[in-house]
Protein backbone atom coordinates (compact mmCIF):
# COMPACT_ATOMS: atom_id res chain seq x y z
CA UNK A 1 0.00 0.00 0.00
CA UNK A 2 1.93 3.44 -0.66
CA UNK A 3 1.44 5.96 1.24
CA UNK A 4 2.56 9.52 1.38
CA UNK A 5 2.91 11.01 4.89
CA UNK A 6 3.04 14.96 5.39
CA UNK A 7 4.54 16.55 8.65
CA UNK A 8 5.98 19.66 9.84
CA UNK A 9 3.22 22.12 9.15
CA UNK A 10 2.13 24.88 11.54
CA UNK A 11 1.70 28.68 12.27
CA UNK A 12 4.50 30.39 12.29
CA UNK A 13 5.56 34.47 12.36
CA UNK A 14 6.80 36.12 9.39
CA UNK A 15 10.84 35.94 8.80
CA UNK A 16 10.51 32.38 10.86
CA UNK A 17 11.14 28.87 8.98
CA UNK A 18 9.49 25.55 9.24
CA UNK A 19 10.65 22.47 7.57
CA UNK A 20 8.20 19.72 6.24
CA UNK A 21 9.05 16.52 6.48
CA UNK A 22 7.31 13.97 3.61
CA UNK A 23 7.44 9.84 4.79
CA UNK A 24 6.90 6.98 1.99
CA UNK A 25 6.28 3.76 2.05
CA UNK A 26 4.88 1.44 -0.73
CA UNK A 27 7.01 2.04 -3.94
CA UNK A 28 10.71 2.13 -5.09
CA UNK A 29 11.45 5.77 -3.32
CA UNK A 30 14.69 5.90 -5.15
CA UNK A 31 13.01 5.92 -8.64
CA UNK A 32 10.70 8.54 -8.02
CA UNK A 33 10.91 12.61 -8.64
CA UNK A 34 9.98 13.76 -5.12
CA UNK A 35 7.83 17.30 -5.38
CA UNK A 36 6.12 19.39 -3.19
CA UNK A 37 3.52 21.37 -4.15
CA UNK A 38 0.58 23.67 -2.37
CA UNK A 39 -2.23 25.40 -2.05
CA UNK A 40 -3.59 28.36 -1.09
CA UNK A 41 -7.18 29.41 -0.10
CA UNK A 42 -9.05 30.15 -3.42
CA UNK A 43 -5.79 29.78 -5.49
CA UNK A 44 -4.52 26.44 -7.56
CA UNK A 45 -2.07 24.26 -6.54
CA UNK A 46 1.48 24.95 -7.87
CA UNK A 47 4.71 23.14 -7.90
CA UNK A 48 6.71 24.83 -4.98
CA UNK A 49 10.37 22.38 -5.55
CA UNK A 50 10.73 18.68 -7.21
CA UNK A 51 14.03 16.50 -6.67
CA UNK A 52 14.80 13.82 -9.19
CA UNK A 53 16.15 10.37 -8.33
CA UNK A 54 19.58 11.21 -9.27
CA UNK A 55 19.32 14.53 -6.86
CA UNK A 56 18.62 17.63 -9.39
CA UNK A 57 16.22 19.80 -7.81
CA UNK A 58 14.22 22.82 -9.10
CA UNK A 59 12.14 25.40 -7.46
CA UNK A 60 9.42 27.74 -8.53
CA UNK A 61 10.67 31.26 -8.52
CA UNK A 62 8.63 32.02 -5.24
CA UNK A 63 10.70 29.47 -3.37
CA UNK A 64 14.19 30.21 -4.87
CA UNK A 65 16.97 31.57 -1.86
CA UNK A 66 14.21 30.88 0.67
CA UNK A 67 13.35 26.73 0.58
CA UNK A 68 15.35 23.83 0.14
CA UNK A 69 14.72 20.14 -1.02
CA UNK A 70 16.35 17.86 -0.13
CA UNK A 71 16.07 13.99 0.25
CA UNK A 72 17.23 10.80 1.90
CA UNK A 73 16.70 7.55 -0.13
CA UNK A 74 18.32 5.76 2.56
CA UNK A 75 15.06 6.36 4.72
CA UNK A 76 11.94 7.42 1.88
CA UNK A 77 11.58 10.61 2.99
CA UNK A 78 11.95 13.88 1.39
CA UNK A 79 12.34 17.54 3.72
CA UNK A 80 10.77 20.97 2.62
CA UNK A 81 13.46 23.80 4.57
CA UNK A 82 11.94 27.01 4.56
CA UNK A 83 12.89 30.30 5.80
CA UNK A 84 12.62 33.64 5.80
CA UNK A 85 8.61 32.88 5.62
CA UNK A 86 5.76 35.42 4.55
CA UNK A 87 2.31 35.56 5.19
CA UNK A 88 1.98 34.55 1.45
CA UNK A 89 3.56 31.29 1.43
CA UNK A 90 -0.01 30.36 3.74
CA UNK A 91 -1.07 26.70 2.12
CA UNK A 92 -1.86 23.33 2.47
CA UNK A 93 1.78 21.99 1.32
CA UNK A 94 1.70 18.51 -0.12
CA UNK A 95 4.45 16.02 -1.43
CA UNK A 96 4.32 14.27 -4.69
CA UNK A 97 5.94 10.89 -6.07
CA UNK A 98 6.14 10.57 -9.95
CA UNK A 99 8.19 8.05 -11.93
CA UNK A 100 8.15 9.18 -15.44
CA UNK A 101 8.77 5.92 -17.23
CA UNK A 102 5.73 4.21 -15.98
CA UNK A 103 3.15 7.50 -15.57
CA UNK A 104 3.12 6.03 -11.80
CA UNK A 105 2.03 9.50 -9.48
CA UNK A 106 1.17 9.35 -5.64
CA UNK A 107 0.06 12.49 -3.72
CA UNK A 108 0.25 12.69 0.26
CA UNK A 109 -2.82 14.13 2.52
CA UNK A 110 -0.92 17.48 2.81
CA UNK A 111 0.22 19.49 6.03
CA UNK A 112 -1.17 23.06 6.78
CA UNK A 113 1.38 25.95 7.15
CA UNK A 114 0.15 29.00 8.19
CA UNK A 115 2.37 32.79 8.14
CA UNK A 116 0.95 35.26 10.55
CA UNK A 117 1.66 37.33 13.33
Known amino acids: QVQLVESGGGLVQPGGSLRLSCAASGFTFSRYTMSWYRQAPGKERELVASATNTGNTNYADSAKGRFTISRDNSKNTVSLQMNQLKPEDTAVYSC???????????WGKGTLVTVSS
Open 96 to 106: KASWIWSGSEY
